[in-house]
């Protein structure tokens, strides 16, 4: 297994510009394997459930240089929890949660990495801003001033072919320049976390800093 996976990650780097950002998504994957990514050079992972996170932060806590991501759909309930685990959240989706982040990195004393999910076309199945909702929204997120909000996120849909994907990066890439154009103080559009295992090549020719590969590197999951 950790030949495999070391190859797959040698293959995949060498295919990636020295720019993008590998996050190995290891959600349902045990504590072993994320080591054996590591011993590999990973050092960026993403998950998508707090508690399965924290289980395996307490098993691989040795590995102190780590940078994990959270990128699942959160809920407010669990955004105090996902400060403590996470340096980065890239699912930020909606005002009220970004305000509760806000709030809650004020009272711990941090400065939370975000990205601001956005839907860039219609999908009842994902989280996100539409485009005009997140543009009427930025007066409200500069004011989340302990918020290090460093770019987008998105999704495509499911089921499009390669020029819908396409088009869906492209524009997410427009979107965040024209967000930066508007100078806004406490908003930075630096990041753009987007392509997983079937479209990230895409994804990194419209401009992707960051590919979040799960199938790929480990195969597949339930």
Not at 9 to 18: C, D, G, N, Q
Not at 117 to 128: A, E, H, M, T, Y
Not at 175 to 201: C, T
Request: aromatic share 6%; net charge neutral; proline share 4%.
């Amino acid at each position: 297994m950790t030949s495999s996976i070391s190859e797959r990650i040698t293959t995949i780097r060498a295919s990636l510009p020295p720019s993008v950002r590998l996050i190995a998504v290891s959600k349902q994957v045990p504590a072993e394997v994320i080591r054996s990514a590591y011993a590999a050079g990973i050092r960026d992972f993403g998950e998508n459930r707090i508690q399965e996170a924290a289980s395996k932060q307490t098993e691989l806590h040795d590995l102190s240089d780590i940078t994990w991501h959270f990128i699942g759909h959160l809920q407010s309930n669990k955004a105090k929890k996902a400060i403590e685990l996470f340096q980065w959240i890239h699912s930020v989706d909606n005002l009220k949660l970004a305000q509760r982040l806000n709030q809650l990195a004020q009272e711990l004393g941090v400065h939370l990495q975000v990205c601001l999910q956005v839907k860039i076309l219609p999908d009842p199945n994902k989280s996100g801003w539409s485009v005009s909702e997140l543009l009427a929204d930025l007066p409200a997120l500069n004011q989340c001033k302990n918020l290090q909000i460093q770019g987008l996120m998105t999704i495509p849909p499911l089921g499009l072919n390669d020029a819908e994907n396409l088009s869906v990066f492209n524009s997410t890439y427009h979107l965040a320049k024209e967000i930066e154009s508007q100078n806004w103080p406490h908003i930075k559009m630096q990041q753009l976390s987007m392509g997983m295992s079937g479209d990230y090549q895409l994804a990194v020719q419209a401009g992707a800093t960051m590919v979040r590969l799960g199938t790929i590197l480990f195969g597949e999951r339930t």
